[in-house]
């Protein structure tokens, strides 16, 4: 008889898209162009998953990425090297948040769940080992962001519902507020992280501080 060995009792999801060029940070190609909102978006993936690290016994990190045309086994593997993949299925984003916790959940018997995107590239391992441990005293943990979405959410398999995701108006200054207050409602406890600001507009890129790709870039562009 071979050992049963058990999955990680923590993942992490890391929501990115695959980098093509017209089709990532679109509010930052109005200013940017196309080619360079392209290769800032490849650092952003770069430095975050070196920010990241790798999984471990305890912990599964995985990349979910958006459907796409040009995507096949070449292309994710040159944008995402050596990281356990898997496509992000629903129309709007509430929707793949919450058919990615609920498959985690009931499917891998995940016990605690956080997703991030790109958008923060310097969100390092020690922050997230933190909202991790969190999760052990309280059912939800959310970082909010300064345009009033959120750098992270995640919650308990106990604590989970997807109506926390659902009809939200994404991309709206409210998306944060709208769900600690659905959260509250579910009388769940929740952890606020410290703020921080997503690489949205060409502001973010001046007061961003994080080294990496991301920071020579900006560096060689003329924003620090």
């Known amino acids: 008889m071979f050992p049963t060995i058990p999955p990680p009792p923590q993942r992490l999801l890391v ?3 695959l980098p093509e060029s017209g089709q990532v ?7 940017l162009g196309d080619e360079r909102t392209l290769e800032l ?7 975050t998953l ?11 990190i995985e ?3 958006a459907p796409a045309a040009s995507a096949n086994r070449e292309t994710l593997a040159r944008a995402f090297p050596d990281r356990p993949l898997a496509m992000q299925t629903g129309e709007t984003l509430g929707d793949r948040l919450a058919m990615a916790f609920s498959e985690r959940f009931f499917f891998h018997r995940t016990q605690k769940i956080i997703a991030i995107g790109v958008d923060d590239p310097a969100l390092d ?11 052990d005293s309280c059912e939800w943990v959310m970082g909010p962001a300064s ?3 959120y750098y992270l959410i995640g919650c308990r398999a106990a604590a989970f519902t997807s109506e926390i995701f659902m009809n939200m108006e994404w991309g709206s200054e409210t998306v944060a507020s709208t769900t600690l207050a659905r959260i509250r409602n579910w009388m769940s406890c929740v952890a606020v992280l410290p703020e921080r600001r997503d690489l949205d507009v060409v502001d973010d890129l001046r007061q961003y501080r994080g080294n990496g790709e991301v920071g020579r870039l ?3 562009w003329g924003y620090r």
Do not use: C, N, P
């Open 25 to 31: 940070k679109t509010r930052l190609a109005r200013d």
């Open 125 to 135: 391992r020690e922050a997230l080992d933190h909202a991790f441990a969190l999760l």
């Open 50 to 60: 070196q920010s990241i690290g790798r999984s471990t016994k305890d912990l599964e």
């Open 147 to 149: 345009d009033g979405g």
């Open 15 to 17: 929501f990115a898209r």
């Open 63 to 65: 990349v979910l990425w």
């Open 41 to 47: 978006y490849q650092a952003m993936v770069h430095d």
């Open 218 to 220: 900006l560096q060689e």
